[in-house]
């Protein structure tokens, strides 16, 4: 059974740091493409970061320079650390891993921007 599990979330301040984590099972991590998603209320999903099994990486160009997404193959983890968060990046946050046609999801996890 595969399983992305996310955790990190939480309500953090305009300006504030967090570092969500997505702990996957199931699946020979380090053969799948690692993704942050994020909807806000009322949008779409929209890609945040990507990081591939060889690490490299791209992200939105909203959060260019402020979000880090990273993976750890030895723990079957990938991060994403948020600096320098303002309130257009309260959303939920979902972990995505990928090979080829197949797709798993996490179940997302709650970021919340408010003073």
């Known amino acids: 059974q595969v399983q992305l599990v996310e955790s990190g979330g939480g309500l953090v301040q305009p300006g504030g740091s967090l570092r969500l984590s997505c702990a996957a099972s199931?699946?020979?991590?380090?053969?799948?493409?690692m993704g942050w998603y994020r909807q806000a209320p009322g949008k779409q999903r929209e890609l945040v970061a990507i990081?591939?099994?060889?690490?490299?990486?791209n992200y939105d160009d909203s959060v260019k320079g402020r979000f880090t997404i990273s993976r750890d193959n030895a723990k079957n983890t990938a991060y994403l650390q948020m600096n320098s968060l303002n309130a257009e990046d309260t959303a939920i946050y979902y972990c995505?891993?990928?090979?080829?046609?197949?797709?798993?999801w996490g179940q997302g996890t709650q970021v919340t921007v408010s003073s």
């Open positions: 199931g699946i020979t991590f380090r053969f799948y493409s």
């Open positions: 990081i591939s099994t060889s690490g490299t990486t």
């Open positions: 995505n891993a990928k090979k080829l046609t197949t797709t798993y």
